[in-house]
Every structure is written in structure tokens, then in C-alpha cells.
């Protein structure tokens, strides 16, 4: 092992011309993930590590009506309380407010949860159903993806090592628009999900649900959607029926493993009642009737 080296520029430049002149570096902004692996032995801190904390540029955020884009070293506590996240995006303020105890959320950051890489993260589904883009940067140059395609498998991203995720943008949801996020945990903090669900809905000027998306969480290698169950709902109105019977479909649409947290047929069955309860928070959110969810016939 080499001598380890550690940098904390001041400018998004400086990071980048960093990566690029060290292969091997590490970026490190919150280190909540980074420092409690190597306390416990699951991975040694890497020997060159660059941190992100006194980077301006990555905490720049920005909400306007034509979307949000939020840096990647916005922290979780900010997700969790800012009202114009909380409002319209709904799903991504709900994941942030549980990811750890209030000093990680206060540490740990958005770009942080993604690069990870792990299936179980709390924002990867909701920015999955939101539509999420992320961005990367190196020297010379820089790109944008679907924050799908940044997944690659458990601790596996699509970035290059010497790009850095810099960061992600919201598109607007239509109006009558809700979504939400739901986890299944064995406690209510410092907990990891169990198994867990987001959702977002858009109706139609007469109720009926004009557009869905469902996505999971530490059910696959990756957080993933599933788009047969969001498309069952399409053209029908709200109903517990119809939410349970998408539930059903997102179980069969994936194949959870065992582990020491849960079985993996316990899992599958908490798929079902997740998906619908997270369709229907949504749904509430999105401004559905009282009755259209407890009387109407899907």
C-alpha cells in the first residue's frame, strides 16, 4: 500500500483535474457510507481521497417551474424539509427523511446515496419514477443520463473513474400530479429498507389515472421500475382493487433474494402491500376525491 493522500479543493475544477491526474482517487463529500464500512471491516478507505465539502458548486440548487436541479452535495435534511421539494416531488422528500438518524441525513448527500451503487438506497426508486437525470462531469467534458442507466449492480455505477456525478435534475410533473416513497424497516432509524416502494401518479381531468410509475428497492440488484404494474393502472380510477392487483404484478416482476435481513419470499409478499400503499399516497397527493379510493368501481 502506498502513502494515502487526501485534498479538499475549493473549486468543481480542481476536484475534476484531480481524477483525472490520480487514478484511483476517491471522491468523498459526506463520508457516511465511506467511513462506517471501513470501521466495521467491510472495505478499507481507499488511499487517495478527494472530499467534496468546501466545493460550492456541487451544493448549488435550483427550483424553478421548469424543473429542479439540486447539486450533488445537497444533503439529505435539505430534501426531507425544503417545501418546494416536499410539494412536488413529493416521493424524493419522503426517501430523504429517512436515510439515517438527523446527523447523517445532515451529513450525507444526494450524489453520496447514488454513487454508492447499492439496490437498497432510499432515493434511487423515487428519482426512478420521477424521471431523474443525472449528470457527470471530467475534464473536458461531461454528459447526462437517466438516473436509471447510472445503476449497473450492487456498488456499480456507469460512471468513469475519473467522472465525477455533479448533479441531478427534476423535470416538472404535470398537474394533478402526486408521488410517494414507503420502506419496509425493522426500526425507524438508522435502519436500511427492507424492501421498498415508490410511486407517482398523474389523473386525468376526470379522475381516471393518465399516467403511473412504480419502482422498487432492495428487491433486484439495482433499484428498478416496473412498468407492467404502473401500466395496469392506466385509464382507471383510483381504487384499492386496482392498487392491490398492480401490487401482484410488481411481486412477479422481480426476484428478491435471501439474505439476513429478510427471506426472500417475505420480501416478495411485502412487494405487493408497498406498491400499494405507496399508489395510494400518491393518489391522495395528487388530489384524487375521498370517495374515488374507498367506493368507486375500477
Not at 437498497?120 to 428519482?127: K, N, R
Request: charged share 20%.
Amino acid at each position: 500500500m502506498g502513502d494515502r493522500t487526501y485534498a479538499a479543493p475549493t473549486t468543481l475544477s480542481e476536484v475534476l483535474g484531480l481524477l483525472a491526474d490520480r487514478p484511483g482517487t476517491h471522491p468523498v463529500a459526506g463520508g457516511t457510507d465511506l467511513v462506517v464500512a471501513a470501521r466495521v471491516g467491510k472495505q478499507p478507505l481507499p488511499d487517495s481521497l478527494v472530499a467534496l465539502h468546501r466545493v460550492d458548486e456541487l451544493r448549488h440548487r435550483h427550483v424553478t417551474a421548469a424543473g429542479a436541479t439540486l447539486g450533488a452535495a445537497t444533503t439529505h435534511a435539505w430534501l426531507a424539509t425544503d417545501p418546494a421539494i416536499r410539494e412536488r416531488w413529493s416521493a424524493l422528500s419522503d426517501a430523504a427523511a429517512m436515510v439515517g438518524s438527523p446527523a447523517t441525513r445532515a451529513t450525507g448527500t444526494l450524489g453520496g446515496n447514488l454513487m454508492n451503487g447499492s439496490p437498497a438506497m432510499d432515493t434511487g426508486s423515487p428519482l426512478l419514477v420521477l424521471d431523474a437525470t443525472v449528470e457527470l462531469r471530467r475534464e473536458g467534458g461531461a454528459r447526462s443520463l437517466p438516473v436509471g442507466q447510472l445503476f449497473r449492480g450492487p456498488a456499480r455505477t456507469a460512471a468513469e473513474a475519473d467522472e465525477l456525478l455533479v448533479g441531478v435534475h427534476l423535470p416538472p410533473l404535470p398537474p394533478r400530479s402526486g408521488s410517494a416513497y414507503v420502506r419496509l424497516e425493522h426500526r425507524r432509524a438508522m435502519e436500511i429498507a427492507i424492501v421498498g416502494a415508490a410511486a407517482a401518479v398523474t389523473l386525468a381531468s376526470d379522475g381516471r389515472v393518465a399516467a403511473a410509475a412504480i419502482a422498487l428497492t432492495a428487491v433486484a440488484p439495482t433499484c428498478v421500475r416496473v412498468s407492467e404494474a404502473a401500466d395496469l393502472l392506466l385509464g382507471h380510477h383510483p381504487h384499492p382493487e386496482t392498487f392491490a392487483r398492480a401490487g401482484a404484478l410488481a411481486r412477479a416482476a422481480v426476484r428478491p433474494i435471501s439474505d439476513v435481513r429478510a427471506g426472500a419470499e417475505y420480501r416478495g409478499a411485502m412487494v405487493a402491500v408497498l406498491v400499494a400503499r405507496a399508489l395510494t399516497t400518491a393518489t391522495h397527493r395528487a388530489g384524487a376525491a375521498g370517495d374515488a379510493l374507498t367506493g368507486r368501481t375500477p
